[in-house]
């Protein structure tokens, strides 16, 4: 326990000295960590923007903070623009690990040399990244084969991160009312579930073949065999699957495959998984789709992946039939339904909001519009309005965004908008038919019998408590304090007022009525005292209304 703590403490001064560094001293010294703050200045920072600052410094603190800008460059509902797209360019890569740390993983592994558990491995890796490296080899039956390995101590780096980010977030959200509004802790929890699947590598070989059942109906499609026998939680061993990077239009064009139909197919492949299996591969950049000669689709590297269940499905159409159709309250009111809304939204506002970013696309012909952009765009309005979208729709925005820039290089004039309209009217026709109708029936049928069944136990019990004395019916009120308190000010400063009322006019009346010549200055005694009395209430209770700020 002792150790786990000092781990904690030394990494947590690593992280604010890195933050530090890099000119994020100020929000430090806010946050009540200034003392902490000890890193030197990156000569020259001070003329760095923000944006790349950060960028600078979650490159510098390793695998976890990397992970995180590359998801916070997903989420324009959490960051400003600019900072988005800084952190898109985040470099996840590191050094070589040694071949003898290499072979020494493959042993603790598989009880085994390298050279006894593959006939070749090349020592060189293909790509070097921080949570893991990847190499070429060759099975003993000559199969070619990419070995993805894990980095020595990363996953404890990992946890160790994670276990502080969340203690952070939860201290965060105590503090300071944006957080709270964000949940930032609920973020954290989603990246930390999300870290620790892409550490077990069996998880990235489910993924990978469940992609490859759902895609197994299309022609000259590829999805890496997994070679379960060799596959650890540190180690996976896919098919290799060669080809061009599908960004390379020369190179295509050299190889004789028609531009045009590649942009349909791509797109088709990803729309499928969208809005039919709800399941999607989530990082479709151009080095993970490699395009062979004869035009077959590589999907590579499916550690990241995103799902939608039907609800956000259904959320996800409604959305974009309401653009289509520049309906602007329609919009709005299905942005409040996909997301989390506080007590109460201003309608009329949300509205106002959707309509300006509507109209910026009136002028544009449906194939330039980028439906990440405006899902991107939906996110930050929801952001304002304390509307909290699920995150399957950041993953959703950013893998529709990578969609449209690559289909639009392949072919600028490819319609994005007309080849999603088959899927997405498949989709709704699913929601509609007679097999999903037949289900929805089917369940609510089971609920009426549940509540039927059960309602004779209920009244019972409810008559139990009658008869024994014990049924009680509890209100419970929210959000009242402050009216409560109110009202008690209120009341205390109509009970002074009238206290001084009293006094003056019985101190007038004792006054009025007393001989003259006696008493204080000629005037009695005991309305004098009542007068300075009435004084002393009346001034203090001037004062403690002008201190209220109401007059």
């Not at 349909?264 to 999607?280: C, H, M």
């Not at 209920?458 to 009658?466: C, I, M, V």
Request: glycine content about 8%.
């Amino acid at each position: 326990m002792f150790e786990k703590r000092r781990r904690h403490i030394a990494r947590f001064g690593e992280i604010v000295a890195v933050f530090a560094k890099h000119g994020w001293g100020h929000l430090l010294e806010r946050a009540g960590l200034g003392g902490k703050a000890k890193g030197v200045p990156v000569p020259g920072s001070e003329a760095l923007t923000g944006p790349v600052r950060l960028r600078s410094a979650l490159e510098e603190l390793g695998p976890t903070f990397i992970k995180l800008g590359q998801v916070l460059s997903t989420r324009p509902d959490i960051l400003p623009n600019d900072y988005v797209q800084e952190l898109a360019k985040l470099q996840d890569t590191a050094p070589n690990v040694p071949k003898d740390t290499i072979a020494k993983i493959i042993f603790e592994e598989f009880g085994q040399p390298v050279n006894q558990v593959f006939s070749t491995f090349d020592d060189e890796p293909m790509a070097a990244a921080s949570l893991a490296q990847a190499h070429r080899a060759e099975l003993a039956d000559g199969r070619d084969v990419v070995v993805k390995i894990q980095r020595p101590g990363v996953e404890d780096l990992v946890q160790l991160d994670l276990e502080i980010m969340a203690s952070v977030a939860r201290f965060v959200e105590q503090h300071w009312e944006a957080a709270r509004a964000h949940g930032v802790a609920d973020l954290v929890d989603e990246f930390s579930i999300i870290m620790r699947e892409e550490l077990d590598y069996t998880r990235e070989g489910q993924n990978t073949d469940r992609l490859r059942a759902s895609l197994a109906g299309l022609k000259k499609v590829a999805i890496p065999q997994v070679h379960w026998d060799l596959c650890t939680r540190r180690v996976l061993v896919l098919e290799r699957i060669e080809g061009i990077k599908i960004s390379d239009v020369d190179a295509l064009r050299a190889q004789g495959i028609d531009i045009a139909d590649l942009a349909e197919r791509f797109v088709s492949i990803f729309l499928k998984q969208i809005y039919e299996d709800g399941f999607f591969h989530a990082d479709p950049h151009p080095g993970n789709i490699l395009v062979a000669p004869d035009g077959t689709i590589g999907l590579v590297d499916c550690g990241e992946v995103g799902f939608l269940d039907e609800p956000t499905k259904i959320g996800a159409i409604r959305l974009l039939m309401a653009f289509s159709e520049r309906d602007s309250r329609r919009f709005a009111e299905d942005l409040i339904e996909i997301g989390v809304t506080p007590t109460s939204v201003n309608t009329q506002e949300l509205v106002h909001d959707v309509s300006r970013m509507v109209r910026h696309y009136y002028d544009l012909p449906t194939r330039a519009t980028n439906f990440g952009e405006l899902l991107a765009r939906a996110m930050s309005i929801a952001a304002r309005h304390r509307i909290r979208i699920p995150a399957s729709f950041a993953a959703l925005g950013k893998v529709l965004s990578n969609l449209d820039g690559i289909s639009k290089a392949l072919d600028p004039d490819f319609n994005f908008t007309a080849a999603a309209k088959p899927f997405i009217a498949r989709a709704i026709r699913h929601e509609l038919g007679y097999e999903q109708l037949g289900t929805d029936m089917l369940r609510m049928v089971l609920d009426v019998r549940d509540a039927v069944v059960s309602l004779p136990s209920h009244l019972s019990g409810l008559l139990r408590k009658a008869v024994e004395g014990t049924f009680r019916i509890e209100f419970k009120h929210e959000g009242l304090e402050e009216i409560s308190s109110r009202l008690n000010k209120v009341g205390n400063r109509l009970s002074f007022a009238m206290i001084v009322a009293g006094l003056l006019v019985g101190s007038s009346i004792i006054v009025v009525s007393a001989p003259e010549g006696k008493g204080i200055l000629g005037y009695p005694a005991l309305g004098v005292l009542g007068y300075i009395v009435a004084a002393f209430f009346g001034i203090w209770l001037l004062i403690s209304i002008l201190r209220g700020g109401r007059l």
